[in-house]
């Protein structure tokens, strides 16, 4: 893989991938299904947020176009589980999806930035929620989702970063991600891994 040989000239990054299989990004559709997915999983467990989305699944027939998710009945998305603003939110993607369209061929025609500026006019969708998208409905290999709790973790601590203020860490960690560019988002993969899988010592 391209990518593991210009990131393992970061050494302390070398060492995590190591330990590691290469990572390959598969680009998804309906990305629209992907955002009411994103925005159904928001502040819930995996398990939790699996048997929510499967519960939504099992509401359609065949894979939901936007026009039937937006004519679900608010009352039948609560029931299976979705909160107020997550009902009203899936709706929106929905709405959004109909009347300006988020289709993979649009939205590849857009940098990062566009994408984000654009999608997250959507009430419900912020930034975090859309750099997941780039990163996994639409295989965009530098992304770097800075505010995730997952990822400042890990840096800090193959870092070895000391405690200091917010900004200051914030201008830190982007710093030390500049030298993964174009790459970062297979440097998030391998370090979100390495939290989950921590290495034997």
Known sequence: MSYITHLQKDKKLAAVIRHHQPFCLQPRNQVYLQLCNAIIGQQLSVKVAAVI????????????????????????????????????????VAQFALNNGIEPEKLNKMDDETVIRYLTQIKGVGRWTVEMLLMFTLGR??????DDLGIQQAMQAIYKIPEMDKKTQREKLVKIAERWRPYRTYACLHLWHWKDNPPAH
């Not at 989305?53 to 608010?74: E, M, S, V």
């Open 141 to 146: 290999e530098d992304v770097l989702p800075i």
């Open 53 to 92: 989305k499967n519960r939504f699944l099992a509401l359609y027939p065949a894979i939901p176009a936007p026009a039937d998710i937006l004519h679900t009945p608010y009352e039948q998305l609560r029931s299976i589980g979705l909160s107020h603003a997550k009902a009203n939110y899936v709706h929106n």
